[in-house]
């Protein structure tokens, strides 16, 4: 979507007028800095129509590309305005935030083939953290009985804390339509064993139950705690 930065600079005119400032998520849907960002640029081209119109940010990646558009994220850092809700409440107008679903390579060679390794994105996170800004890591989605056991989740929070992240956020596994389908091959592949678990979790839903969402939540913030790591970002 080449022409993205030119749309997105009239939609940011329009919504100076009509609704003031806010926080832009990069990106809620899809990785921003994938590899095809080297060529096209598309992801920093945006980013400099962020930073014109002086708009706060949340960055969620996975990918070490990043790095590369720090001096751009520098300069919204010192000059976005902050929506009035959160003035007060927040100093940062750039959150870099590190997706991680679990530390170990070998499972995260199976469900992100392609991705930075998280040993890779951890020492991202640490650059960033150099550089200044607000990070942390968003351990979302921790995959149910693969890497959502208490000593996996302790090791992630314990990481977390160890390499200085301003804040964590966990989350459960979404899935649904074609994404689904496609898990469960891997779960075929790699874990058959874990399929009839899956299919008890998930049953006709996209996500596991409610009270498995609690619980892992709950989990968390013990976690946090114990570790002195900030539960989500405010």
């Known amino acids: 979507k080449i022409n993205a930065p030119t749309l997105l600079e009239k939609e940011l005119a329009r919504a100076v007028r009509k609704w003031g400032y806010g926080f832009i998520a990069l990106s809620s849907a899809t990785e921003p800095w994938m590899n095809i960002e080297r060529k096209y640029e598309v ?4 980013l400099e129509v962020i930073a014109r119109f002086r708009f706060p940010v949340h960055c969620l990646t996975k990918s070490t590309l990043i790095l590369r558009d720090l001096d751009i994220l520098k300069e919204i850092d010192e000059n976005a305005i902050l929506p009035e809700d959160l003035r007060g409440k927040l100093r940062h107008r750039v959150l870099i935030t590190v997706s991680l ?3 170990d ?3 995260a060679e199976v469900f992100e083939a392609g991705a930075p390794s998280p040993n890779e994105r951890l020492k991202v996170l640490q650059k ?4 200044g800004f607000y990070t942390g890591i968003a351990y979302i989605p921790v995959l149910p009985f693969i890497s959502d056991s208490s000593e996996q989740l302790e090791e992630m ?12 956020f966990v989350g459960a596994l ?3 339509g074609v994404g689904k389908e496609l898990y469960y091959k891997v779960l075929e592949k790699h874990f058959p064993g874990l399929l009839p678990k899956y299919k008890s979790l998930f049953r006709i839903f996209s996500q596991p139950s409610r009270d498995y969402q609690i ?3 709950e989990r968390a913030k013990r ?3 114990k570790y002195g790591v900030k539960y989500r970002i405010l």
């Open 43 to 46: 992801t920093r081209r945006c």
């Open 101 to 103: 679903s679990t530390l």
């Open 105 to 107: 390579e070998n499972i």
């Open 128 to 131: 960033v953290k150099e550089q």
């Open 157 to 168: 929070i314990k990481v977390a804390g160890e390499i200085g992240a301003d804040y964590i």
């Open 174 to 176: 979404t899935l649904y």
């Open 215 to 217: 619980k892992l939540e």
């Open 223 to 225: 976690l946090c705690k």
